[in-house]
């Protein structure tokens, strides 16, 4: 599977594999990470539209429930002060009408005959003819809601438009195109394709909606691991409702919990994590919330007291025990090199084929190491899986291009050596 990507930003075109490991490289301001987040952000919105869709109206629906439990409570305490009357309809009030608890019965029935009942309900009570319609209108309100369709392609614009806020702060293009378009293609075929204008997403159009890649996780920095003790209250809520964090880093904290329920695993990669790091990685719960911590002998140390590089290896230790390293799945690393010394750069390159090769997982890979990136290709070619290296290089003063340089990775070499040869000969 590759994406094809052009008029985006600087980028005047890029194609890039998604299939096994790829490789983009060279230096800063090509715009690899452009590349990264589209292609993240389109995966996650074709595979996760139904749960966007889902989440977004059921808040709709939570709002219009309110408004008919106001309208009914307002009516209920001008009514007749009967005491026996009052009693009576507050417990109706409080088993039937309260939000949390009609939600929660949509959720399990999910059909129009509890409307039905509601409405009967609201028509057996003492209250004036306008009064019972005003009620009917809002419950009304509600089943329209509750009752809206939408087209796929509708639903896919909704998730996309969502995570490109999140991930480019609505910033889809600038002066140099009018539109941006992204192609996902299967040998050639065009499995679906998106189309940008003026900061807006002018049409998705669906030819096969059967991707490879199920789900994909974007890792930029390793630092996020100081932010998560901190901000676990925040990202317990919905990410739609926590603006702060791109999506990205609410996804990576997600999958950060869930290894909690899974920390025993053992596999060959867990026993190879051990063997670089020596520490213990674990999500414990504390005050009813998640919190992580290394563990090594008898201590326990928070994030914020530990080296960078091991949290980079520490991220992907936890990835694994979340189940998000496996087959159909696609890894994407923004640098991982940064925080590296050549020797761990070389280790974590090998830990990364090493788990291509025992998952079946997709990795695509920004760097400007040719530590990092000598040493992908090593070990890929000694365990025989399929890499593409590309070359991100400037196309005129305001245009770059994404080139396919698995056959000629000397190209790009000699481009990552320029600096230190300048340097020598000064």
């Known amino acids: 599977m590759q994406i094809q990507i052009k008029n985006i930003w600087k980028i005047e075109n890029a194609i890039v594999n998604l299939d096994w490991l790829s490789v983009i490289a060279w230096n800063n301001d090509t715009w690899k990470t452009t590349v990264s987040k589209i292609v993240f952000s389109v995966i996650k919105a074709f595979q996760r539209y139904k749960n966007d869709f889902n989440i977004s109206k059921e808040e709709i629906l939570e709002e219009k429930i309110w408004d008919l439990y106001r309208v009914l409570r307002y009516f209920i305490r001008n009514i007749e002060r009967s005491e026996n009357k009052l009693n009576n ?77 999140s991930e480019f702060e609505n910033q889809f293009n600038n002066n140099l195109w009018k539109r941006w378009i992204i192609e996902l293609k ?86 190879i994590i051990k063997e670089i790091v020596w520490w213990t990685f674990k999500v414990i719960r504390e005050n009813f919330q998640d919190k992580l911590i290394f563990e090594k002998e008898w201590e326990k ?80 070619k000694e365990k025989d899986i399929n890499a593409s290296f590309y070359l991100a290089e400037e196309n005129g003063k305001w245009k770059c291009v994404i080139e396919d340089k698995t056959e000629k990775k000397y190209e790009i070499f000699e481009k990552l050596s320029k600096p230190f040869r300048n340097l020598m000969l000064k």
């Open 89 to 165: 309809l507050n417990d109706l009030l409080k088993k039937d009408f309260y939000p949390p608890i009609f939600l929660n019965e949509l959720s399990i029935f999910w059909n129009e005959d509890i409307f039905e009942m509601k409405k009967n309900k609201i028509l057996e009570l003492w209250f004036k003819k306008w009064e019972k319609e005003r009620i009917l209108k809002e419950l009304d309100n509600i089943k329209v809601e509750f009752l809206k369709e939408e087209k796929r392609e509708d639903l896919i614009k909704k998730a996309l438009k969502n995570i490109l806020k």
């Open 186 to 271: 299967e040998w050639k075929i065009l499995l679906f394709k998106i189309i940008l204008e003026n900061n807006n997403i002018l049409e998705v159009k669906i030819n096969d909606d059967v991707l490879k890649i199920k789900d994909t996780t974007f890792i930029d920095s390793p630092i996020h691991l100081n932010l998560f003790n901190y901000l676990n209250i925040r990202t317990n809520i919905p990410w739609r409702r926590n603006r702060e964090l791109p999506f990205h880093i609410s996804d990576l904290f997600t999958k950060i919990r869930d290894s909690r329920f899974d920390e025993e695993k053992k596999n060959i990669f867990v026993k």
């Open 301 to 380: 140390i928070n994030p914020l007291n530990t080296a960078t590089w091991i949290k980079s290896f520490w991220l992907l230790d936890l990835l694994d025990k979340s189940n998000n390293l496996e087959s159909e799945n696609l890894l994407i690393l923004d640098e991982p090199e940064v925080h590296l010394h050549p020797e761990w750069q070389v280790k974590y390159a090998r830990l990364i084929i090493d788990l291509i090769e025992e998952r079946k997982l997709s990795v695509l890979i920004t760097s400007h190491s040719p530590y990092m990136i000598e040493a992908l290709s090593k070990f890929s």
